[in-house]
């Protein structure tokens, strides 16, 4: 059983391997101040705040159109104001199963096969690189309540952070 896991995560990690870390989301990289996120994307712009991950986001991209789908961008920065994470999550009628399953297919075909967890009401996929992980993330709780959300993010790995 341990042999059969190293060589699935061997293979992950290959298959990875050939797709480009990027570093950060878009234009902009880890590391950047909040001036230079603006700079590097002239669509931020600073957001009423709102907590994200227990975190404030104070700049943001209010709507990003992404395939057929609209987003809210939110750019976190650690206790140093250097970026270390972008959420973005789909509004409206962006927020449905079909919508996860056209975005892990973008997202797959720029930086190739994700690892996919299914369970009743949740749906993930992740991409793994030394600097940046990626993990769509749709909760259905339907049909006890109305309620369905679908995030993408991007953030520096626990490893990367010293």
């Known amino acids: 059983m341990t042999r059969y896991l190293y060589v699935v995560l061997a293979a992950a990690s290959i298959a990875t391997a050939q797709h480009q870390d990027p570093a950060g989301w878009t234009t902009a990289r880890w590391g950047m101040t909040a001036d230079q996120v603006r700079a590097a994307i002239p669509d931020a712009v600073p957001i009423p705040p709102e907590k994200i991950d227990g975190r404030p986001a ?7 159109d992404i395939g057929r789908s609209t987003w809210t961008a ?14 973005l999550k789909a509004l409206g009628t962006s927020v449905s199963q079909a919508a996860f399953v056209d975005t892990e297919l973008l997202l797959s075909e720029r930086y190739g096969r994700s690892i996919a967890r299914h369970e009743e009401n949740n749906r993930s996929a992740q991409w793994s690189f030394p600097k ?3 993990t769509l993330r749709y909760t259905n709780l339907a049909p006890r309540i109305r309620f369905e959300t679908l995030w993408l993010s991007y953030t520096v790995p626990p490893s990367s952070r010293l």
């Open 132 to 134: 940046t992980a990626i």
């Open 74 to 87: 939110y750019f976190l920065f650690d206790p140093d104001g250097r970026l270390d994470a972008v959420h």
């Open 58 to 64: 104070t700049l943001g991209i209010p709507h990003l």
